[in-house]
Structure formats: structure tokens, C-alpha cells
């Protein structure tokens, strides 16, 4: 992390994740006909580097990465680590696709409220610091 204002820093991450999120279920609708396509998610950010207090995280955010038995039993393993398969699919096609579109736009729709909110907070946050510089 850098010397920036760590609200801005965390909003900064957090829209940057949304527009990742994005990103994934576009692809997954795009795929939402493909065989065996298995709908994907993202990880959501971690924040606790925002509550370090001398260099020691007070919150950890627990890392379980697939071992070779867990993908030996039909997990499939994440590519980058941050895109993995959707846990919470509503149903499976019979030709293995895992996408639901109803399922994707409900996704779309909190991603855009969530990057409304976030672009809310940093709007009113560049108010503030303008305010206190006498802008």
C-alpha cells in the first residue's frame, strides 16, 4: 500500500475489484451457452492491510487453496487465485453449464449498485479533503 489516504486507497480497491466482477460475469454470460462451462466469481478484496496496527493486521481473511486430493475430487482450481468456481450456482444444465442468466443479472445489478455507492463515497471524500484545503 501506498501513502494515499487509506479510505481512498480502499475505495480505490474496491472499484477496482467490482470492475473485475464485471468482467467475469460478462464472461459468463457470454458462455451461457457453452458446454461444461462452470460460472465463475471473484474474490472479494481483502482490507485488513487498512487495519494494521504496528505492521500487525488486526483481521486476517483465511487463505484455502486446492490441494491435489480436492482437485482429484472435481474442484476445479483457479488459474490466477482470485477467479474461482461460483460456489452458489442455482442449477446445472444437463450439458454441464453451470451459468444462469437470471442469477448473473441479479450479480450485474448488485455489482452496479455497490460501484455507485463506492463512486458516492470517494466524490464525497475528494469534497471533503477540497473543503479542507479551502477549495
Same mark, same amino acid.
Given at each position: 500500500?501506498?501513502?494515499?489516504?487509506?479510505?481512498?486507497?480502499g475505495l480505490t480497491r474496491a472499484m477496482k475489484n467490482l470492475a473485475e466482477r464485471q468482467r467475469v460475469v460478462a464472461q459468463?454470460?457470454?458462455?451461457?451457452?457453452?458446454? *461444461?462451462?462452470?460460472a465463475q466469481e471473484v474474490e472479494a &478484496? /481483502?482490507?485488513?492491510?487498512?487495519l494494521v496496527d504496528q505492521g500487525k493486521p488486526h483481521v486476517a481473511r483465511p487463505r484455502v487453496r486446492a490441494t491435489g486430493g480436492m482437485v482429484a475430487l472435481g474442484l476445479a482450481?483457479?488459474?490466477?487465485?482470485?477467479?474461482? *468456481?461460483?460456489?452458489?450456482?442455482s442449477e446445472t444444465? &444437463? /450439458?454441464?453449464?453451470?451459468v444462469t442468466l437470471e442469477d448473473q443479472l441479479l450479480k450485474m445489478g448488485d455489482i452496479q449498485s455497490?460501484?455507485?455507492?463506492?463512486?458516492?463515497?470517494?466524490r464525497k471524500q475528494i469534497g471533503l479533503i477540497q473543503a479542507a484545503i479551502g477549495r
Amino acid at each position: 500500500m501506498t501513502d494515499a489516504i487509506p479510505l481512498i486507497d480502499g475505495l480505490t480497491r474496491a472499484m477496482k475489484n467490482l470492475a473485475e466482477r464485471q468482467r467475469v460475469v460478462a464472461q459468463n454470460i457470454a458462455n451461457s451457452e457453452t458446454p *461444461a462451462f462452470r460460472a465463475q466469481e471473484v474474490e472479494a &478484496p /481483502d482490507f485488513s492491510a487498512l487495519l494494521v496496527d504496528q505492521g500487525k493486521p488486526h483481521v486476517a481473511r483465511p487463505r484455502v487453496r486446492a490441494t491435489g486430493g480436492m482437485v482429484a475430487l472435481g474442484l476445479a482450481p483457479s488459474s490466477d487465485g482470485h477467479i474461482f *468456481a461460483d460456489p452458489q450456482v442455482s442449477e446445472t444444465k &444437463p /450439458d454441464g453449464n453451470t451459468v444462469t442468466l437470471e442469477d448473473q443479472l441479479l450479480k450485474m445489478g448488485d455489482i452496479q449498485s455497490r460501484f455507485q455507492t463506492m463512486t458516492d463515497l470517494y466524490r464525497k471524500q475528494i469534497g471533503l479533503i477540497q473543503a479542507a484545503i479551502g477549495r
